[in-house]
């Protein structure tokens, strides 16, 4: 059974820094894109930041570029956002994903709430 289970969520000032994480297990990932997406109440979900599991390409959404930084421990199984100079509207439920041309999963989220 795959399973995406993020942690690292919490309540933090605008300026402050968290740490997301994202353990992977049930499968192997290799061909996979590692994805971190939000969503906001009321809002779309959208994406934040991607990194390629063989390659370690990474892509960035522009609200969060400069300050997140997607990253992957292939030992592990896991993927990180390192988010830095947090803002009100990073507020939302982040969410890991991986997915490829054959599948997509999802993880279950974790509340990141930035208080100004």
């Known amino acids: 059974q795959v399973q995406l289970v993020e942690s690292g969520g919490g309540l933090v000032q605008a300026g402050g820094s968290l740490r997301l994480s994202c353990a992977a297990s049930g499968r192997t990932f290799d061909s996979a894109t590692m994805g971190w997406f939000r969503q906001a109440p009321g809002k779309e979900r959208e994406f934040v930041a991607s990194?390629?599991?063989?390659?370690?390409?990474?892509y960035y959404a522009d609200s969060v570029k400069g300050r997140f930084t997607i990253s992957r421990d292939n030992a592990k199984n896991a993927v990180y956002l390192q988010m830095n100079r947090l803002k009100p509207e990073d507020t939302a439920l982040y969410y890991c994903?991986?997915?490829?041309?054959?599948?997509?999963?999802w993880g279950q989220g974790t509340q990141v709430t930035v208080s100004s």
């Open positions: 990194i390629n599991w063989s390659s370690g390409r990474t």
């Open positions: 994903n991986a997915r490829n041309h054959l599948f997509d999963y």
